[in-house]
């Protein structure tokens, strides 16, 4: 299993930087880390539907109705980091959900129904659920922001964003290869027009 403080030290190896133990360290490299961890972490998680980091809720409105064109508030949990999928019904194949019109506003999606089905990206912290691919993606794209702060390369900043770009393209398709084909049903194409 892969700590936090190990994917740091990672992201610190391609730097040629030093390690740290902790994230509390008195260093620049651990103040570095301390900072760009959490938003790198959730950056990557945006980047891909990500199979560790997928939930499906239903979602109930809150009291509070919107101003105009929609008639529910939809509040998404607190660990939200991208709606992927809105539905209006349960049994509904997610590949080709129910035509739902809805808009995703701060905190919340607004839509004309009483209850939503919703597959999210959602935040994981625990580092026990990454992939390796994953892992080396993240440390990567952290390397990349903390570069031109350790290094003062703008260049090798580039050329860790770049290799990140690719680290990520192969950690997805990894992920990617997770469960069963989604594909849409024969002649759907022709019936969606």
């Known amino acids: ?88 019904n349960a ?6 959900p129910q035509n739902v019109i809805y808009s995703v506003e701060g905190r919340n999606i607004l839509a004309n129904l009483d209850i939503i089905y919703v597959q999210l990206v959602v935040r994981v912290t625990a580092t026990d659920m990454f992939s390796p691919t994953f892992v080396d993606a993240l440390s990567t794209r952290m390397a990349s922001e903390m570069c031109i702060a350790i290094t003062n390369s703008k260049q090798l900043s580039g050329q860790l964003f770049d290799s990140y770009g690719y680290k990520l393209a192969i950690a997805a398709r990894s992920d990617g290869m997770q469960g069963t084909s989604q594909r849409m049903p024969p002649g759907s194409l022709v019936t969606a027009r």
Not at 50 to 70: C, D, G, H, N
Request: aromatic content about 10%.
């Open 1 to 88: 299993m892969t700590s936090a403080v190990q994917i740091a030290n990672l992201a610190l190896t391609h730097l040629g930087a030093t390690p740290i133990t902790s994230f509390d360290d008195a260093t620049v490299e651990a103040e570095l880390c301390r900072q760009y961890y959490p938003l790198m972490r959730d950056a990557v998680l945006e980047d891909h539907n990500w199979s560790f980091a997928m939930r499906r809720v239903a979602l109930t409105p809150i009291a509070e109705k919107p101003v105009f064109q929609y008639t529910q508030i939809f509040p998404l949990p607190a660990d939200t980091l991208r709606v992927i999928l809105v539905s209006s």
């Open 91 to 96: 049994d509904t194949n997610f590949v080709r």
